[in-house]
């Protein structure tokens, strides 16, 4: 069976590798591959920064720093404080070392004229990762906050330096209307059996692989079903600041909501099925009148066997998709 993952942040990683687990844990053979959002990707002291995927490749290697839940593990911050004490980088974001060495890499590789597609491809080379990741879009689509006063601020000032704490008039990708989904994406979705949407943030991780043009006709278009994963439980987000960023698009921090915000797959949206947490058991009845059929699961990605397991009630409700269709 061929999966496909659509994924971005923390969440979304730690989804990647409960379905990871599960593959590894069975006894067929699975493909996985990840369409991974690039709309928070930036420039900073002149390197080319992967927030996304550097999260989901450093989960997948075991690199990842567990405790803050993003960077490498075992860094330090030499260089980050010689960067500072320059000048070059702000106080409020900080580059590990070892992670400065992502970075180095991946910036001289497309300084020569490398895709950010094969630049995924030789990240992912060094590690056993399992999957195969897949940047949503080779062109650069740079989130930006635009506040009622019109002011525009890169997506990572506002989430790092302010918390999500500004007020915010929307969010904008930069150049996405002259975007194109990268080949490689488009082939993960249209060779899937399966398609899920993980537990990632919806305005600032999954909308901008939805906004880039292409991408929802290719959803449209697929063969595989589509099935959600709720990232808010019991009306809250399970990670980050997401109920900040819903509130911008007039979403309510409620799996019934966000799940009809991405719509039916039926009605123009691009959803089949959506699995919520026990605690919005109520929340069913809303989903499946809106036309996507929604189970409840426990959702807490708590180890690797609760992230296995939930791996598992996605492609379990998938299959019973498929079997209707």
Known sequence: MKITVIAGGVGGARFVRG??????????EHTIDVVVNTG???WLAGLRIWPDHDSILYTLAGQNDEERGW??????????????TWGVTPEWFTLGDLDLGTHIARTAWLRAGETPTEVARRLGARWDLGVTLHPATDDEID????????????????????????PVEQFVQQ????????PAALAAIAGADVILLAPSNPVVSIGPVLSIPGVRD???AASAPIVGVSPIIGGAAVRGMAEACLAVIDVAADAGAVARHYGARGAGG???GWLVGEEDAQAIAGIEAAGIAARTVPLWMKDADTSAALAADALDLTLTLADVG
């Not at 379905?19 to 067929?28: D, F, G, I, L, P």
């Not at 960077?71 to 500072?84: D, F, I, K, M, P």
């Not at 989130?143 to 500004?166: C, K, N, S, Y």
């Open 143 to 166: 989130t930006h906050i635009v506040t009622p006063d019109g002011e525009r601020l890169h997506f990572q000032e506002w989430w790092t330096r302010h918390r999500a704490r500004m």
């Open 40 to 42: 928070d990707d930036w």
């Open 218 to 220: 290719a959803l449209a």
């Open 19 to 28: 379905v990871r687990e599960h593959v590894r844990r069975s006894a067929e």
């Open 175 to 182: 150049g996405i209307e002259a975007a194109r989904p990268s």
């Open 71 to 84: 960077g490498r593990r075992g860094e330090s911050e030499r260089v980050s404080a010689e960067l500072r």
């Open 270 to 272: 691009v959803l089949d």
